[in-house]
């Protein structure tokens, strides 16, 4: 049954992709890690030029294989019954991906730049600002953040209608939903263009004001934080807090084994800059636990360990 419910689920996104027209045909992505591979891969299976950007020659190196790899599992599926078609898929859409060290000189040739790089506002803020000088007219900047404003985000750039969040869910090409985010100035020609562009990938849009955590963070930090602080006291131990909510709740993974996947350190982040913005709110207090794993490297799936411990890959 739950091979049946995936099975659909790509195949949905896939088949979407296909069927629909975006004004976007050249993308630029930047931040080659777990996120940005994952909107490289959705784009250059839905037919569009991809320019990935990473600072580091070893994240994209590692990227472009994972990409491999997941358009292969997709592949597997989607041409079932035609392995020779499904190999061309993979040849294609790999075709499409190329790699770059360089933001600025990749964004010259982009009709949508999507960031997705480290969640710290001073790094974003410089990304954008240089990206701001050398873009077309034309080009939609969008951010992927997790936490933080899209406003506070783009008040570094001229380009204020031209600006919003695509925020996607990891893994990018299972997770069907996209957060379309409009910033305070976003115009109403951009809204539409990120809103089409997002069912040409094969996502489900939902609209968002720019509120902290848009809808899903909102509702999951707080959910995060309070699974960790359950297993910092002792009240349970993670393999029963993680058994508890897939078995009584009905969700695919545990909220420390979720903590684990999306990156501790992006966990951090998150948490540590909504305390500073709301130091009164209890629920985003820094939690002791949480900054021990991360200054000792333990980030989660991504590192071999954080609350488990991983497989290398
Ligand atoms: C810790 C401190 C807390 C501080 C507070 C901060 C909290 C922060 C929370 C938010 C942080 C920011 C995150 C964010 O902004 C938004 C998010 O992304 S939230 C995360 C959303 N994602 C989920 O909730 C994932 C839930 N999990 C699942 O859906 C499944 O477990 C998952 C699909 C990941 C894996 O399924 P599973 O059955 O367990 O494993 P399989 O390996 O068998 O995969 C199933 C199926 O899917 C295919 N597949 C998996 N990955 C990929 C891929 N990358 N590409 C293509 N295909 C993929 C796989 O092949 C399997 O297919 P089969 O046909 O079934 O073999
Ligand atoms: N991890 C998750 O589950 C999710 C994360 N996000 C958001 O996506 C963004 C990226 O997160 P991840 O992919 O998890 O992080 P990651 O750490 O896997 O990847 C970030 C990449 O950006 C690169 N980078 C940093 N500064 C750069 C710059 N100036 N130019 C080019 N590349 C640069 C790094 O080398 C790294 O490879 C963050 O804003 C995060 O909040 C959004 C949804 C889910």
Redesign the pocket.
């Known amino acids: 049954m739950k091979k049946m419910v995936q099975f659909g689920v790509i195949a949905r996104n896939f088949s979407n992709s296909s069927a629909m027209q975006s004004a976007i045909k050249n993308i630029t992505v930047?931040?080659?890690?777990?996120?940005?591979s994952g909107i490289a891969q959705v784009s250059a299976q839905a037919g569009q030029n991809v320019t990935l950007?990473?600072?580091?020659p070893e994240?994209l190196a590692k990227s472009q294989k994972s990409i491999g790899a997941n358009l292969g599992r997709v592949a597997k599926k989607v041409y079932k019954d035609k392995p020779q078609d499904g190999e061309k898929f993979v040849a294609e859409s790999m075709a499409r991906i190329k790699t770059s060290t360089d933001?600025a000189a990749a964004a010259k040739s982009a009709d949508l730049v999507v960031e997705?790089?480290?969640?710290n506002m001073g790094?974003k803020h410089k990304?954008f600002k240089q990206l701001d000088a050398v873009a077309p007219e034309h080009t939609i900047f969008a951010s992927?953040?997790?936490?933080l404003s899209i406003n506070e985000i783009c008040s570094v750039v001229k380009r204020k209608d031209r600006f919003g969040g695509l925020?996607?869910?990891?893994p990018v090409p299972v997770m069907r939903l996209l957060e379309v985010v409009r910033g305070a100035e976003t115009s109403d020609a951009t809204y539409k263009t990120m809103m089409e562009w997002g069912k040409a990938v094969g996502k489900t849009c939902i609209t968002c004001k720019d509120t902290p955590g848009f809808v899903v963070n909102r509702l999951l930090v707080p959910y995060i934080c309070e699974a960790i602080r359950l297993y910092e006291r002792g009240d349970a131990s993670a393999r029963d807090i993680d058994t508890a909510m897939k078995l009584g709740a009905g969700y695919p993974m545990g909220p420390l084994e979720l903590a684990d996947y999306?990156?501790l350190d992006?966990n951090k982040f998150i948490l540590d800059g909504w305390h500073n913005k709301y130091p009164d709110q209890p629920l985003f207090k820094p939690i002791p636990l949480l900054n021990k794993l991360v200054s000792e490297g333990k980030l989660g799936v991504k590192a071999g360990e954080g609350f488990y411990k991983y497989e290398k890959k």
Do not use: C, Q, W
């Open positions: 930047i931040g080659g890690g777990l996120m940005g950007v990473d600072l580091s994240v933001p997705a790089i480290v969640e790094v990304l992927n953040t997790s936490s925020h996607f869910f990891n999306v990156g992006t």
